[in-house]
Structures are given as structure tokens and as C-alpha cells.
């Protein structure tokens, strides 16, 4: 008889956003009228188009595939065309990280990667996540076997958990810009982080998918901005939030040369040859049109427009901060980050608190509690839509709340 992964039988039911997706149909089904006004602030999914060099050279690219002599099929070595991984590397310089090209590989996105990543390690590992967390980070080591332990992310420390010495972990997830409290580390903060992990013999999981929201100068847009860092972290990011890829699917994960462990022969391993090892089995690579789409991103011109599309969620993000502080709210997010993390009104539970914003004004958002028992009594709310929605809805929790 086939053996299952029993693993699964820990996970909850739902994946978080199928969750929000059956009750919002529950809704519209029974209130065809009113959900017409739905106005949808939960998943950060972007709503702005790709920025117009970046659709110029995914073009571009497309036309070659159509002539023998630019024709491409697979990519020979799997881990991204060259061109892009300069381009990559090429960013990282500009705000002060060392990243060779030959760090990186290429991918079709950041979440994909963090739940992948755990193929290169061992099973029953101790995983130190932060909560409230991506629910990415806590069920891929649940399907893999692991003890996931928490570190608390609460309103008394900012959302931005620190290390406690007395824990011994093994494998760390960090998210700075936090998804989905919006809090974001400082440098002095990732140093004792970095400590902590080379004190232990740990590997720091990095995700940096938000680093293109950083406004403030004392946030590092890479964790390889620490010294140190080098040998005991893997940064996984995005072009997702960065560039408006969520449908398009690219991005980049960096393995230092330097991040050595041993295995259980005593015998040093570089950890970028397992990542090879493992993308060169599972995973035949980002087409060439999205490659070079990707490539466009990192131009001076495709800087410009991309930047001007973040800009743009900023103001709505700086409206939905604007609202909670006229309603005397509690909340992060908003200054590094697309995301206000607010706390629920009343003492409200996040799911109650859902339902009652789903019900009574037609707003959606997506509730504290799906990210970790930290987030419950908080909610968090997207600035991916337009100006003219983001002020509707928030007009509307005004008046419902004021």
C-alpha cells in the first residue's frame, strides 16, 4: 500500500487565502447586490500594469522566439540567463551589497523558493520562525517533518522579534519589510540576528520580496548589507511587489559561496552546490521572454517606471494611515512596507472583525490570526489597488468605526 506524507494531517484545512476566497463567495452568492461593491484589500496581489520598458522587451523577446535564428529552447545551465543575473547583481550594488553573479539563480518567484529551499536541508530540524509570519515559511516545514518553533513578533517589541539566546535553532526565516505586519529591521537589529546564527551554526532564510518599499535610510534593502552574513544566510526575493510580476513570475534567490556546512561525515558543503543540485532536477527555469522582461526591470528607464508604480501604492498605503489615525487605531506598516498591520477595534478577534468589514461595508482585508497566533486582534490591510478605491473604503471604515 502507497505511504502518504502524514504530515499534511497537521496542516490546517485551508490554505489562508482559499479561506478568505470561500467566504467572500459565500457572501456574494447569498448578497448578489451588494457584493457589487466589493472593494478587495486582503491578498497583495498588485493591480498596475507592467511598466511599459518591461513589456517593450518581454515583446522584443517574443519575436525572437519566433525566428530559427534567435529561436530559444531550454537554458543550458538552468540557473538564469547571464544577462539577468548581471542585472541582478548590478542592483545589489546599488545599495551597497557585494552579490557576484554567479550568487544567483534565477526562479519564478519568492514563495515558491521558500518552500523549495528546505529540500537542501535535512528533516527534523528545529525552524525558528517569527509570528506573526507568511504562512509559506510554517507549512512547507510542517509538510517536511520539522519542529517549527516561534519567536513573538508582538505590539510590545514592534512586530520585529528578536533572538532569544537560550533557543537553539537550526534553520531561521526572517522577512524584513515584514509580511504581513509591515515592520521592517534595522541594520543594528539583522546584526544581532546574524550573530545569533553564526553563534549556533545556523542558516538564516531571508526573505527580502518587499525591499523596493525601504524609505528609511537605516533599513537595509539586503541582509548581505551585514557583516557577516555571508556565512549563515540565503536572501530570497521577488519582483512580484517589486515590478508588478505576480502574473508574469520571476525572481532570484542567493546562495553565497562562502555559506558552508558540514555533513554527517564530517565533510564541508557548500550550500549553493545543493541549491544547484536540487533547481537542476526540479526545476527547468524562467522562460526567456519573462527573463529578459526581467532584465528591462533593472535598467535605469525600467528603475524609473517601476519606482513610479511603487510610489503610487505608497500614497494609497500613507491614505489608509491617514485613516487610521483620525480613528486612533493602532497599527504598523505604511513607511518600508505596501501593508498597514492594524489592530482590531473593540477587542475584536481577526476573523470577526473580517466579517463584520466583509457584511456590513463590502471591504475586504485578511485577518491577523491566519499568520500566527500573534496575529489574532489584528488585521492586515493592502495598499495594491487604486487611489479612488483605497480613499472609497477607507471612507467607509470611518463611518462604520468612527
Wanted: aromatic content about 10%; hydrophobic content about 40%; charged content about 25%.
Amino acid at each position: 500500500m502507497v505511504k502518504l506524507n502524514e504530515n499534511f494531517g497537521s496542516l490546517k484545512k485551508n490554505y489562508l487565502f482559499i479561506e478568505i476566497a470561500k467566504r467572500i463567495k459565500a457572501y456574494s452568492e447569498a448578497n448578489p447586490e451588494e457584493a457589487k461593491k466589493l472593494i478587495r484589500m486582503g491578498i497583495g496581489d498588485v493591480t498596475l500594469p507592467l511598466a511599459p520598458v518591461v513589456v517593450e522587451a518581454m515583446v522584443k523577446a517574443s519575436r525572437e522566439m519566433c525566428e530559427k535564428e534567435t529561436f530559444r529552447g531550454y537554458e543550458d545551465s538552468g540557473a538564469g540567463y547571464d544577462f539577468l543575473r548581471k542585472a541582478v547583481s548590478d542592483y545589489y550594488k546599488s545599495f551597497g551589497a557585494d552579490v557576484p553573479a554567479e550568487e544567483i539563480r534565477i526562479s519564478d518567484g519568492a514563495k515558491s523558493d521558500c518552500g523549495n529551499i528546505i529540500n537542501i536541508f535535512g528533516s527534523g530540524n528545529t525552524v525558528l520562525v517569527t509570528d506573526p509570519a507568511y504562512p509559506v515559511y510554517v507549512d512547507s516545514n510542517i509538510m517536511n517533518g520539522n519542529n517549527v518553533i516561534f519567536a513573538d513578533s508582538t505590539e510590545e517589541n514592534g512586530f520585529a522579534a528578536m533572538p532569544d539566546k537560550s533557543v537553539k535553532a537550526d534553520l531561521i526565516y526572517l522577512c524584513s519589510p515584514n509580511n504581513p505586519t509591515g515592520s521592517a529591521y534595522t541594520k543594528e537589529q539583522l546584526k544581532e540576528w546574524v550573530d545569533y546564527a553564526l553563534a549556533n551554526d545556523a542558516v538564516i532564510i531571508y526573505d527580502a520580496a518587499y525591499e523596493a518599499f525601504i524609505t528609511e535610510d537605516n533599513i537595509p534593502r539586503s541582509i548581505y548589507c551585514v557583516e557577516g552574513s555571508k556565512k549563515c544566510a540565503i536572501e530570497i526575493c521577488s519582483l512580484s511587489k517589486t515590478a508588478g510580476f505576480t502574473g508574469t513570475r520571476c525572481g532570484y534567490t542567493v546562495v553565497p559561496f562562502e555559506l558552508v556546512r558540514k555533513d554527517s561525515k564530517g565533510e564541508e558543503i557548500r550550500l549553493a552546490d545543493l541549491w544547484a543540485r536540487r533547481q537542476g532536477s526540479c526545476f527547468n527555469g524562467v522562460s526567456y521572454p519573462v527573463q529578459r522582461a526581467a532584465e528591462a526591470v533593472f535598467s535605469p528607464e525600467g528603475q524609473k517606471q517601476c519606482k513610479e508604480n511603487i510610489a503610487y501604492y505608497q500614497e494609497n498605503a500613507r491614505i489608509i494611515a491617514k485613516a487610521m489615525d483620525e480613528l486612533k487605531i493602532k497599527y504598523t506598516g505604511g513607511v518600508n512596507s505596501p501593508y498597514i498591520w492594524l489592530k482590531c477595534p473593540n477587542g475584536m478577534d481577526s476573523w470577526a472583525f473580517f466579517d463584520m468589514l466583509l457584511t456590513k461595508i463590502q471591504v475586504v482585508g485578511t485577518p491577523g490570526a491566519g499568520f500566527g497566533k500573534n496575529g489574532d486582534g489584528w488585521f492586515r490591510l493592502t495598499a495594491f489597488s487604486t487611489h479612488e478605491l483605497t480613499t472609497e473604503a477607507m471612507e467607509r471604515v470611518k463611518s462604520l468605526l468612527a
